[in-house]
């Protein structure tokens, strides 16, 4: 499996991160207005030694040492039991301890004594009780070293925690690297032809066009678009880079997968209007498509119209390409018809364009010398799978593809795509041919045996002995004697006669059944075929 391009896929996807992001930022505001807000207050005492006898230095260095074995004293009971019953609290000893620490800055002789509550008023409150009722302790176990309440707690203005700037930046942090993640996983795990280069690199096909989004509605509604007039152009011209310019073609749109089916009747609508916009006369050959129904025919309105609103577009006013209706997908008949009207549109117009949407048409193409076959590809919905099982098909039937046709192409997502070419992909032109299959002649009726046929009623009554009547003259005898022989020829069968069908020539530029008959001026080649 290839290495997805990462660029790209972050070019395409920039929107996951954005979510990613507000995700992480709606989070984070949840989180801080859920948790429970606590208030911390801070009171500061001061270790002075009281020893006349002693230097300044000696006083000073056992003050440093003695106040570091000060902040376990906060959790001592007798401090606690003294808070409890100073704020009446209703705690329990273990429960004040846990919201209560104190600490010594270094080289200092400070207690800084520092009480968290619920409330900011009860942590001012419980910060200066802890520290008197230490002091107060101290003085009780030391002689000559006083413990001083210097610095009483304020009430606080802001909570301590949850701290909202914090949560808020992290959610963002977070959100952006779910974002990335997401992309990356994306990018792995996509099972779809995303990128030229990643068509190339699946069929060994060059990638000849890169169409819009915007193409299915332009056909659907009939109008005219600035960048999917761009796109056809490029297209038009990449494939005569690619081909040669020849004035006879015959070009096949052969779809990837099932997804690529609508998008390969848009491509051909909106090539054959391309190539009769710059003179050339264009067939186009397709079997009729059901129209879409239901969800998927509302969400195409409703698409349509909000790209109404968003596009220049204005009406088609080019001339419509000639149409001719192929038998369905289904039908035995198809490649029969399909060759018969390659080889008569070819004599009668420049271009023919085939909507290849049987499977069958895969054979059919290697009858035709000289036919350009691209295979079109949806980039929002034909996988990899699906675009080489039509290269290979195509190859396993007789025909080489030409180039790789992609649509959806989305402006973020077009390449220069010559320069993605090698040297190998042009082709040298070669004259159009068509081999017509033989026609099968009627088989011969088998001859029958003779099987005398059953008298009918009047001939087996005229057949019956007559009553004897009296006699007559002899010339009225022979008179009732005739309608009986009459009746007995009559009852007589026909020999029948095995004869051989005449053997019907093959016309091939006789419209084909179903076809719409072309006017007059269009039966007369504009030029010789190649």
């Known amino acids: 499996m290839e290495t997805p391009n990462y660029p790209t896929a972050f070019r395409e996807r920039w929107y996951l991160i954005v979510i990613g992001a507000l995700l992480g930022v709606l989070i984070a505001v949840a989180l801080a207005a859920g948790l429970p807000r606590t208030y911390e207050a801070s009171a500061s005492l001061f270790l002075r030694v009281d020893s006349p006898g002693s230097s300044l230095v000696e006083r000073s260095q056992f003050a440093l040492a003695r106040v570091k074995s000060y902040p376990d004293l906060v959790s001592s009971p007798q401090v606690l039991r003294d808070t409890i019953a100073e704020l009446d609290l209703d705690l329990t000893p273990q429960q004040l301890a846990a919201r209560l620490s104190a600490t010594n800055p270094r080289d200092t002789v400070l207690l800084t004594v520092t009480a968290s509550a619920p409330s900011a008023e009860l942590a001012s409150r419980t910060a200066n009780a802890v520290a008197r009722h230490v002091s107060e302790l101290v003085d009780d176990l030391e002689d000559d070293v006083t413990l001083t309440l210097t610095l009483p707690a304020a009430v606080p203005t802001s909570p301590a925690s949850p701290q909202t700037v914090i949560l808020l930046g992290l959610g963002l942090l977070g959100g952006l690297a779910v974002g990335a993640i997401a992309i990356a996983a994306f990018a792995q795990l996509d099972p779809r032809a995303r990128s030229a280069r990643e068509v190339r690199s699946l069929t060994g096909l060059p990638v000849v066009g890169q169409l819009p989004p915007r193409l299915a509605r332009a056909i659907r509604r009939g109008t005219r678009d600035r960048r999917v007039d761009e796109a056809l152009r490029s297209t038009v011209v990449n494939l005569r880079l690619l081909a040669g310019d ?63 609103w968003t596009s220049d577009g204005h009406p088609d006013t080019s001339p419509a390409a000639t149409h001719r209706q192929l038998p369905a997908a289904g039908d035995p008949g198809r490649t029969t018809a399909l060759l018969r009207a390659v080889a008569t549109g070819i004599t009668r117009h420049e271009v023919v364009l085939v909507v290849a949407d049987a499977p069958t048409d895969v054979f059919a193409f290697s009858e035709v010398t000289g036919i350009e076959v691209l295979v079109v590809a949806d980039r929002r919905h034909t996988s990899r799978s699906s675009v080489v099982d039509a290269a290979t098909s195509l190859e396993f039937a007789g025909t080489r593809p030409l180039a790789v046709l992609m649509t959806n192409v989305g402006s973020g997502a ?93 016309h091939v530029d006789e419209p084909l059944p179903g076809f719409e008959t072309e006017r007059e001026s269009e039966l007369q080649p504009e030029h010789e075929p190649a």
Request: aromatic residues 0%; charged residues 30%.
């Open 246 to 308: 020849r004035r006879r073609t015959v070009l096949a749109l052969v779809p990837a997968g099932s997804g690529a089916l609508d998008d390969v009747a848009d491509a051909a609508a909106g090539l054959a209007r391309t190539l009769r916009g710059s003179g050339r006369t264009v067939l186009v050959l397709a079997a009729e498509t059901e129209p879409p129904r239901g969800i998927r025919a509302a969400s195409r309105r409703a698409r349509d119209a909000v790209l109404s």
């Open 414 to 506: 077009r390449v220069d795509l010559p320069a993605t070419w090698a040297e190998t992909d042009r082709v040298e032109p070669v004259a159009i041919e068509v081999t017509l299959p033989e026609p099968t002649a009627k088989p011969a009726r088998r001859p029958t045996a003779h099987r005398p046929r059953r008298k009918s009623a009047a001939a087996a009554v005229a057949a019956e002995p007559a009553a004897p009547e009296p006699e007559a003259p002899e010339q009225e005898s022979s008179e009732a004697e005739a309608p009986t022989e009459a009746a007995a020829e009559a009852s007589e069968p026909e020999a029948d006669t095995d004869r051989p069908m005449p053997r019907q020539p093959d």
